[in-house]
């Protein structure tokens, strides 16, 4: 083995020309390769300690996802119609479901949330015209209300500017800093301190209520990907997520329902014939009782209160989170057993609105990969074809010496391994140098859209010996797979007619 080493290093040296082609291919293949790799790491891992522990936590249960649509804890959309804004469901068997979690072991902390989207606007409503204004930088944001208990125990990150957290019970909020910027350049005005403004909801219920601001407050994470942020206490925020008590309790709607006008059709409802008459009356003066017609409006009424014990979500923080999907595994099943009307996911499921973007660009940058992967193992077979081809001299020489077809092909072989190995190395210290200065470049990027696109503000580039180790060997794997086919191509030509073509 050690004869075969030395002949292939010294035809190394010797084809100089080609040797630094093929290894430069190499070498800035496996440079870009790592270079997205470290991109896609950073900003996974930034992604999931952001959410983790500021927004999702581990864990998020919530009512099952309405058919044709998708949710996470920052809304719901559906897949069939884009010119409504579903609501999200409450959750039907939440005291069953707490009941559960009360039983389980590995729970650290827990807290129930209520998401919503929404509008702050200045008291000039009267005045505003949506379709004058630029909404793409409209101060909009999701309102979170969360138990009053636990919440801010589960996610103390927010960081007070100015003023302190909601009063429980009352329709004070606590406002982004970064929202305070947006209603400045919208609407021409500041946010104060104390003072009240309207909040619109984003639901086809066009909800509208007052609210006054108690505080403002930065993120945690500064460049965090996550958008603008109202907190507000429950009893304020249930109205805008639509949680009345037709929506928390509709199962228990009674099973008679008096159905009588369904049999009758537009024509039998708003016909001449209708009611018997055919001339004209004066309704005004028949005496006729038209609030009695609807009959008893008791039970509507009632469904259409807020529901002030409903919820979205209930979130969990878990002792080991290592074991998270194990845990999410576990609840599944439980609920799936007892029957109840419930779903728990991940943080990457309950984050789906931010991740999925994230792992579009991974697809785009795996997919970018095969198609480089792709070239380069072409342009490396080609080139060693061609190499190959130039020394079928050589190779008849040491057959007409004795050498067999296998010796050969460890030849060849050994020529690939080495100087794929040896660019690879190359190629991984040069995207190590270049990781080093990118990161502390500290680039940011301040868009809100492309910091949701890129994970975050904050760009940064993290090498993983796992993502090294995978690239070498798929690198060198595809290189040997390049050399099989030029060498068998020249291992085909008889020893004679090698010589004979070596010679010319």
Same mark, same amino acid.
């Given at each position: 083995?050690?004869? =075969?080493?030395?002949?292939?290093?010294?035809?190394?040296?010797?084809?100089?020309?080609?040797?630094? #082609?093929? *290894?430069?291919?190499?070498?800035?293949?496996?440079?870009?390769?790592?270079?997205?790799?470290?991109?896609?790491?950073?900003?996974?891992?930034?992604? !999931?300690?952001? +959410?983790?522990?500021?927004?999702?936590?581990?864990?998020?249960?919530?009512?099952? =996802?309405?058919?044709?649509?998708?949710?996470?804890?920052?809304?719901?959309?559906?897949?069939?119609?884009?010119?409504?804004?579903?609501?999200?469901?409450?959750?039907?068997?939440?005291?069953?479901?707490?009941?559960?979690?009360?039983?389980?072991?590995?729970?650290? /902390?827990?807290?129930?949330?209520?998401?919503? /989207?929404?509008?702050?606007?200045?008291?000039?409503?009267?005045?505003?015209?949506?379709?004058?204004?630029?909404?793409?930088?409209?101060?909009?944001?999701?309102?979170?209300?969360?138990?009053?208990?636990?919440?801010?125990?589960?996610?103390?990150?927010?960081?007070?500017?100015?003023?302190?957290?909601?009063?429980?019970?009352?329709?004070? =909020?606590?406002?982004?800093?970064?929202?305070?910027?947006?209603?400045?350049? +919208?609407?021409?005005?500041?946010?104060?301190?104390?003072?009240?403004?309207?909040?619109?909801?984003?639901?086809?219920?066009?909800?509208?209520?007052?609210?006054? =601001?108690?505080?403002?407050?930065?993120?945690?994470?500064?460049?965090?990907?996550?958008?603008?942020?109202?907190? $507000?206490?429950?009893?304020?925020?249930?109205?805008?997520?639509?949680?009345?008590? $037709?929506?928390?309790?509709? !199962?228990?709607?009674?099973?008679?329902?008096?159905?009588?006008?369904?049999?009758?059709?537009?024509?039998?409802?708003?016909?001449?014939?209708?009611?018997?008459?055919?001339? !004209?009356?004066?309704?005004?003066?028949? *005496?006729?009782?038209?609030?009695?017609?609807?009959?008893?409006?008791?039970?509507?009424?009632?469904?259409? !209160?807020?529901?002030?014990?409903?919820?979205?979500?209930?979130?969990?923080?878990?002792?080991?989170?290592?074991?998270?999907?194990?845990?999410?595994?576990?609840?599944?099943?439980?609920?799936?057993?007892?029957?109840?009307?419930?779903? $728990?996911?991940?943080?990457?499921?309950?984050?789906?609105?931010?991740?999925?973007?994230?792992?579009?660009?991974?697809?785009?940058?795996?997919?970018?990969?095969?198609?480089?992967?792709?070239?380069?193992?072409? #342009?490396?077979?080609?080139?060693?074809?061609?190499?190959?081809?130039?020394?079928?001299?050589?190779?008849?020489?040491?057959?007409?010496?004795?050498?067999?077809?296998?010796?050969?092909?460890?030849?060849?072989?050994?020529?690939?391994?080495?100087?794929?190995?040896?660019?690879?190395?190359?190629?991984?210290?040069?995207?190590?140098?270049?990781?080093?200065?990118?990161?502390?470049?500290?680039? /940011?990027?301040?868009?809100?859209?492309? /910091?949701?696109?890129?994970?975050?503000?904050?760009?940064?580039?993290?090498?993983?010996?796992?993502? +090294? +180790?995978?690239?070498?060997? #798929?690198?060198?794997?595809?290189?040997?797979?390049?050399?099989?086919?030029?060498?068998?191509?020249?291992?085909?030509?008889?020893?004679?007619?090698?010589?004979?073509?070596?010679?010319?």
């Amino acid at each position: 083995m050690g004869v =075969i080493f030395r002949m292939a290093l010294r035809n190394l040296r010797e084809h100089k020309r080609k040797t630094t #082609i093929i *290894g430069l291919f190499i070498a800035f293949g496996v440079c870009i390769i790592e270079l997205g790799n470290g991109f896609i790491e950073a900003t996974t891992r930034g992604m !999931e300690r952001d +959410f983790r522990a500021n927004y999702t936590g581990d864990v998020m249960i919530s009512a099952p =996802i309405p058919e044709g649509c998708q949710m996470d804890l920052f809304g719901i959309s559906s897949l069939q119609t884009i010119t409504e804004v579903p609501s999200i469901p409450a959750m039907m068997d939440r005291e069953k479901v707490e009941k559960i979690l009360s039983e389980t072991k590995g729970i650290k /902390k827990q807290t129930k949330v209520i998401s919503s /989207k929404a509008l702050l606007m200045n008291n000039d409503y009267a005045d505003f015209q949506i379709e004058d204004q630029n909404m793409m930088n409209a101060p909009v944001f999701f309102l979170f209300a969360g138990e009053n208990e636990t919440y801010f125990d589960m996610f103390p990150g927010q960081k007070i500017t100015e003023g302190r957290r909601p009063t429980p019970g009352t329709n004070e =909020i606590l406002v982004d800093e970064r929202l305070k910027t947006k209603y400045k350049d +919208f609407f021409k005005e500041d946010l104060e301190l104390n003072k009240t403004y309207l909040v619109a909801g984003a639901s086809a219920g066009n909800i509208l209520r007052e609210g006054v =601001i108690s505080g403002f407050f930065r993120q945690e994470n500064e460049d965090t990907c996550m958008f603008t942020i109202v907190y $507000a206490d429950p009893s304020f925020t249930r109205s805008f997520a639509e949680l009345t008590y $037709a929506s928390s309790f509709a !199962e228990e709607l009674p099973d008679e329902i008096d159905t009588s006008l369904s049999a009758f059709s537009e024509d039998d409802l708003f016909g001449d014939d209708f009611l018997g008459v055919e001339d !004209e009356i004066d309704l005004t003066s028949t *005496g006729t009782d038209f609030d009695a017609i609807l009959g008893d409006t008791t039970l509507r009424d009632k469904l259409n !209160e807020t529901d002030d014990g409903a919820w979205h979500f209930i979130l969990l923080k878990l002792d080991n989170p290592a074991k998270t999907d194990e845990f999410v595994s576990m609840l599944e099943a439980r609920f799936q057993a007892e029957g109840l009307q419930a779903r $728990a996911c991940n943080w990457k499921e309950a984050s789906g609105t931010f991740t999925s973007s994230v792992e579009g660009i991974n697809i785009l940058f795996v997919a970018l990969v095969v198609i480089l992967a792709v070239v380069v193992f072409i #342009i490396i077979m080609n080139t060693m074809l061609i190499s190959i081809l130039e020394r079928t001299g050589e190779i008849g020489t040491m057959r007409a010496l004795g050498s067999d077809k296998k010796f050969v092909r460890k030849l060849f072989l050994t020529e690939s391994l080495s100087i794929t190995l040896f660019s690879a190395a190359a190629g991984s210290v040069l995207a190590l140098i270049l990781m080093a200065v990118f990161n502390e470049a500290g680039i /940011k990027v301040t868009n809100d859209i492309a /910091k949701m696109i890129l994970g975050g503000g904050a760009v940064n580039l993290i090498p993983t010996f796992g993502s +090294f +180790f995978r690239t070498i060997i #798929i690198v060198t794997l595809g290189s040997v797979m390049a050399c099989f086919y030029p060498v068998s191509m020249a291992l085909k030509i008889t020893p004679l007619k090698a010589l004979s073509q070596g010679d010319k």
